[in-house]
């Protein structure tokens, strides 16, 4: 167990519909990472936070978006949905002081599966 | 960007045997290389790491070695056991925010 923990654990939805995943982080840590998983694309990073602040942004599309709350859990916004959006979504976070850490630690992840 | 290449994609073994699983990256500036090792129905889990400063690192049964000249670094698991079966995941980052690029996995399986 990372100490990572995610909810729910699946959800399934219709297209053009929104939903919004939620990850507790590790106690202690500050930086929140979500990465997209699918087996065509594999392991994509999406957005991290630190301390409430987002730190840095890669594949996410614009129909994605995330926050973190100033108890350090973070939510994934996903809207307008799409076939190809069904996926794995894994928190992760991490110990920094500063946003940049090596060592990340994954949540169980969230199952969506858009019908 | 980086780009992480893993190989192969499926590997089996048979219990007590070693098991190599290559990765290549092609950004010199990555410095810092985790592997991950994914169960059915969990998250990757972080088994071992390597920094750019050492040329080889071992944790019990796993090691990992990289050569920063070639760009390519291998995990090494000896003495395989079936609970070793999962996806292991290379990856490669670099300073500022250590952000992952992964390579595609390796789906190993040991047999009885």
């Known amino acids: 167990d990372s100490g990572v923990t995610q909810t729910p654990k699946h959800l399934i939805t219709a297209t053009g519909q929104r939903v919004t995943l939620r990850c507790s982080p590790r106690?202690?840590?500050?930086?929140v990472y979500w990465y997209q998983q699918s087996l065509d694309q594999g392991l994509q990073f999406l957005i991290q936070?630190?301390?409430?602040?987002?730190?840095a942004k890669g594949n996410i599309l614009e129909r994605f978006s995330a926050q973190q709350f100033p108890d350090l859990h973070s939510e994934l916004n996903l809207s307008s949905l799409e076939l190809g959006d069904s996926a794995l979504y894994f928190c992760?976070?991490?110990?920094?002081?500063?946003?940049?850490?090596?060592?990340?630690?994954f949540g169980p992840g969230t199952r969506l599966t858009v019908t | 960007g980086e780009n992480v290449e893993q190989h192969p994609s499926t590997l089996s073994v048979q219990e007590g045997d070693s098991a190599v699983i290559k990765c290549t990256y092609s950004?010199?500036?990555?410095?810092?290389f985790p592997w991950y090792k994914q169960e059915l129905g969990k998250g990757p889990q972080l088994i071992i790491d390597?920094?750019?400063?050492?040329g080889e690192k071992k944790d019990q049964r796993i090691a990992v070695t990289l050569n920063k000249t070639a760009k390519h670094f291998s995990l090494h698991i000896t003495e395989t056991q079936p609970e070793d079966s999962a996806v292991y995941f290379c990856?490669?980052?670099?300073?500022?925010?250590?952000?992952?690029?992964f390579g595609r996995g390796t789906s190993l399986i040991v047999h009885p």
């Open positions: 936070y630190y301390n409430g602040e987002e730190r």
């Open positions: 390597i920094r750019s400063n050492v």
């Open positions: 950004d010199s500036a990555s410095n810092y």
């Open positions: 992760a976070s991490s110990t920094s002081t500063s946003g940049s850490s090596y060592e990340q630690y």
């Open positions: 990856a490669a980052s670099k300073g500022g925010s250590y952000i992952p690029t």
């Open positions: 106690s202690g840590d500050l930086s």
